[in-house]
């Protein structure tokens, strides 16, 4: 195994271990790592890989294994999956096993309601990190405006403004 495929697996065990309440809360940090910190990909090539995720079927977060093939190929695509998935899937059967032994504790509760905020923080941030990269002009910010507006006033699909924000994004200007 070469160093960049070692690297790709560090990173991504690292989202791994970091992700409370789930991959989102981690996108600001994948964003600098894999874009600033290790040059993998662009803003564009993120925000793009991003938006292949949240379109796909399947658990959004596997855009990491898109990220790894750019990377390194297939071994990188594996590794990405690896790293991102399996600590995070021990902890969590870990923490399951703890968790049910303390039910009924007060301490249970305080953790449980102290996580609550900080796990909707941490989505908020890779929200921002998102719309940072996505927002490029007053173009990007209508359109962002009405699809806010649209999910917020309505039972629309969240799919199918995806679809339609790449239909779009093919006529507006860049």
């Known amino acids: 195994m070469n160093d960049t495929n070692w690297t790709v697996l560090g990173v991504f065990s690292l989202l791994s271990v970091l992700a409370v309440g789930g991959g989102t809360a981690v996108l600001p940090e994948m964003k600098a790592l894999t874009v600033t910190s290790h040059q993998w990909l662009t803003d564009d090539q ?14 959004n977060m596997l855009m ?11 071994p990188g695509a594996a590794l990405a999956f690896a790293g991102f998935f399996g600590p995070a899937s021990v902890l969590a059967f870990a923490a399951s ?6 039910e009924g504790s007060p301490w249970r ?27 490029t002009g007053p173009a990007t910010i209508a359109l962002a405006a009405a699809v806010f507006g649209i999910l917020y006033f309505t039972r629309t699909n969240p799919a199918l403004l995806i679809l339609a924000g790449g239909v779009a994004g093919l006529f507006l200007p860049h």
Not at 64 to 74: C, E, Q, S
Request: no cysteine; aromatic share 8%; net charge positive.
């Open 97 to 102: 096993r703890v968790w049910n032994r303390f």
């Open 46 to 59: 993120f925000r793009n890989i991003y938006g292949l995720g949240q379109i796909a079927p399947g658990p």
């Open 64 to 74: 990491v294994i898109v990220i790894g093939y750019h990377v390194a190929g297939l």
């Open 109 to 135: 509760l305080s953790v449980q309601r102290g996580l609550a905020p900080l796990a909707v923080g941490l989505m908020a941030a890779g929200t921002i990190a998102i719309a940072r990269t996505a927002i």
